[in-house]
């Protein structure tokens, strides 16, 4: 046995799993190969995890062992003329955009939240609200270094290793673990971006304005009410980097100081508090009226509205209001994103919403994004939008909550639609034999053989959706670990 002490209860970001396991915190890659090695012996399976920002089970490993990287935290070369910065895999993109802003550069891909560590930014590819224009993390990663569970560490480019470099990035901590990244980041000449709000009566209208202006922004996202008869109305923002010497005072919006989240609303309450009051609204009737006001608002008060913001209000919502995830309650929330291509979305996220709603499981937050396809192992990208759909769990409405992801996923892939496995927490592996394909479920367990011929690096996740795509079956254990049934 492991010792007890190492027994840890984790969860996932949205609370909605839990499960125990031998937590472990290596400082160097070297602890990391000796826990390989304990593992090996004691017959056990090693899960990643970096901050758990996942809203799904990507990082948890029940009665297993988990590393967190997070320790493994050192900037390890940092070139303020070209932008190139190497870090260890426990560096989250806070600790790279307070590391780098001040001499004018940003990290080039972002996701919602600043708390991510870049280790499992790359596990899972992020993308941001530039996907369509900037593509997801790892199409500016110039080169990797990764321990193999076979103890061998290798150093990975678009060039070198080109194989393992496109599988190892999106490959949800499967098959290496990252000991070094390098980083190309993104040159400003502000902390400012230029933002530009406006409202739209309708989700077709919604996609048609994202792509049509998709050349002219540097960012654009889309929220939509979930809860309306009138499905998809909502608001959209773009965001444009400023130029050289549009800011008059560029060296203050690049200060740390200038950025950082207030940690008040309206200078007076306090945000870490918000989430508590923000429970009552938690259900069908409160997310209704959160909804409606929220866009009337934006149709009277915010239509084509101009305003500078910073990079990290603009880029960062998902941190204005500390722990917003506990509002959801005890049994906490799912997300599930889907990615359908251009032409077939707007039907596609039209049915999803009605579907949700005529279930009695409207979405509490939705958000769109446009996206461009990739080359990597498991990409979610397509040429298309994405639709990311909040719902709050209960005791209650576990079986209603994975019936009505089935019929979703349905939708989605007769639409040619992809999934994400950073937020799922309800795919099936035949959904997923269905969306990767058979070619790519084909490398993925080549390359499994090669790297980990063992199969050390596992996660619920994995047992749930990848280790039974060749039978596209699922076990009675598989089904009591399908997190929301």
């Known amino acids: 046995m492991l010792p007890l002490d190492r027994l840890s209860r984790l969860d996932n970001f949205g ?125 500016h990663v110039p080169a990797f270094t990764a321990l193999l569970p076979t103890g061998e560490e290798v150093t990975c480019t678009p060039a070198q290793n080109s194989d393992l470099f ?30 530009h709000a406006w409202s739209v009566s309708d ?13 002219e922004h540097d960012y654009i996202v889309g929220w939509v009410d979930g809860t309306a008869g009138r499905v998809g109305r909502g608001q959209i923002h773009s965001a444009d980097y400023l130029h050289a010497g549009e800011d008059a005072h560029p060296l203050q919006t690049l200060r740390v100081d200038y950025q950082v989240l207030p940690e008040t609303l309206f200078g007076v309450i306090p945000k870490s508090s918000l989430w508590f009051f923000m429970q009552f609204f938690m259900n069908n009737v409160g997310a209704t009226l959160v909804n409606t006001g929220k866009y009337w ?24 209001v500390p722990n917003w995830e506990r509002a959801y309650g005890r049994d906490g929330l799912i997300q599930y994103q889907s990615f359908v291509p251009l032409k077939a979305a707007a039907d596609a996220y ?68 992809r999934f994400y496995f950073a937020k799922d927490s309800t795919l099936t592996p035949d959904v997923a034999a269905r969306y990767l394909g058979e070619e790519t479920l084909r490398r993925f367990r080549a390359l499994k053989e090669r790297c980990d011929p063992h199969h050390l690096l596992q996660t619920d996740l994995y047992r749930r959706v990848l280790a039974a795509t060749s039978q596209f079956v699922i076990s009675s254990d598989q089904v009591s670990k399908l997190t929301i049934t």
């Open 297 to 320: 608002f934006s149709r009277l008060r915010e239509h084509h509205k101009h305003y500078r913001q910073s990079l990290v209000g603009f880029n960062f919502l998902l941190d204005y």
């Open 166 to 195: 496109y599988s190892i990035i999106s490959g949800a901590g499967l098959l290496g673990i990252f000991t070094s990244i390098t980083l190309k980041l993104k040159r400003l000449y502000s902390g400012d971006v230029r933002v």
């Open 350 to 417: 039209a049915e999803l919403l009605r579907r949700s709603q005529k279930r009695g499981l409207p979405t509490t937050l939705g958000v769109t994004k446009r996206h461009r396809p990739d080359k990597f192992l498991f990409t979610h990208a397509v040429d298309g939008y994405s639709l990311a759909m909040d719902f709050k769990v209960t005791r209650g409405n576990r079986p209603r909550l994975q019936a009505l992801a089935n019929e979703m996923n349905q939708i989605v892939l007769e639409a040619g639609g």
């Open 203 to 215: 989700l077709r209208e919604m996609l048609a304005d994202m792509d049509r202006l998709k050349s």
């Open 15 to 139: 609370h909605s799993i839990q499960g125990v396991a031998y937590l472990y915190r290596p400082t160097h890659t070297e602890q990391i190969a000796d826990l390989l090695k304990l593992a090996a012996r004691h017959g056990l399976t090693i899960a990643l995890r970096g901050s758990g920002r996942s809203y799904g089970d990507a990082a948890l490993n029940a009665g297993q062992i988990v590393l967190d990287l997070r320790r493994m935290n050192r900037i390890l070369d940092w070139n303020p003329t070209t932008g190139l910065i190497r870090v260890e895999p426990g560096v989250t993109i806070q600790d790279l955009w307070q590391y780098t802003l001040e001499d004018g550069w940003w990290p080039p891909v972002v996701s919602g939240t600043m708390f991510p560590t870049l280790g499992g930014a790359l596990g899972m590819n992020i993308h941001g609200k530039n996907n369509y224009r900037a593509g997801p993390i790892g199409e």
